[in-house]
């Protein structure tokens, strides 16, 4: 039980470069969530998802698009890298209401 | 989506308890108040969590109000470890939402 694992951990980009964040976890939780952490600042939700095939937008999605097209795959990419992209991005996910919420261990980007 | 209110900044001596207060006065009947912590930029780490009544583990303990609008989480004897930033947390029943406030920041003094 690896928990949630988020790939890859560190990366830099150039502005206009596209990549790809891969959350997995191994406990068949139904929901998933991508957060965006800037210097000083909470977690802000980008989109999150109910169950497998379903995405939805949270506070800040703008220049993100996700897929969950595998239960325990949540995928987090950007089409057109910006510097305002520069963050630590953080997966979460639960079973259901009332269950622990796990988190990822963070993955740097860095646009240049 | 249900919106916590937490202090900035608390600061606690150490080995005296902490006592960290959260307003979640829009908590609807069936969502669980969670709260974590956030030592830089780490993951952020579980600490209790519950929907109506006291709870109790080896980190700490939640005291919901009756009528559930606030709690507080008690570390019991806060450690320089304990420095970090604390999150009370409310997931939306009715769309699944798990949205973030500003936290308190924690500082244990020696």
């Known amino acids: 039980n690896a928990g949630v694992t988020q790939t890859p951990k560190f990366r830099v980009l150039k502005t206009g470069q596209s990549m790809t964040l891969l959350c997995a976890q191994d406990m068949n939780h139904e929901y998933m969530y991508w957060y965006r952490q800037d210097p000083g600042m909470g977690l802000r939700l980008i989109h999150y998802s109910v169950g497998e095939g379903t995405t939805a937008k949270g506070e800040v999605p703008d220049g993100y698009n996700v897929s969950r097209l595998k239960k325990q795959n949540f995928l987090l990419g950007l089409e057109s890298a910006a510097p305002s992209q520069t963050s630590v991005y953080f997966c979460a996910s639960i079973r259901d209401a009332g269950n622990t919420i796990y988190f990822g261990e963070g993955s740097w980007l860095t646009v240049v | 989506d249900a919106k916590t209110t937490q202090p900035p900044s608390m600061d606690c001596a150490e080995g005296r308890a902490a006592n960290l207060p959260c307003n979640h006065s829009?908590?609807?009947?069936?969502?669980?108040v969670y709260w974590y912590r956030q030592i830089h930029s780490q993951g952020p780490q579980y600490i209790i969590h519950?929907?109506?009544n006291n709870e109790t583990n080896e980190m700490a303990s939640l005291i919901i109000t009756e009528d559930r609008k606030s709690s507080t989480l008690i570390l019991p004897h806060a450690t320089l470890r304990d420095t970090a930033v604390y999150y009370c947390?409310?997931?939306?029943?009715?769309?699944?939402?798990?949205?973030f406030g500003k936290g308190t920041l924690l500082t244990v003094n020696p």
């Open positions: 947390i409310v997931r939306r029943s009715s769309n699944y939402k798990l949205t």
């Open positions: 829009t908590i609807s009947g069936n969502e669980y």
């Open positions: 519950g929907l109506k």
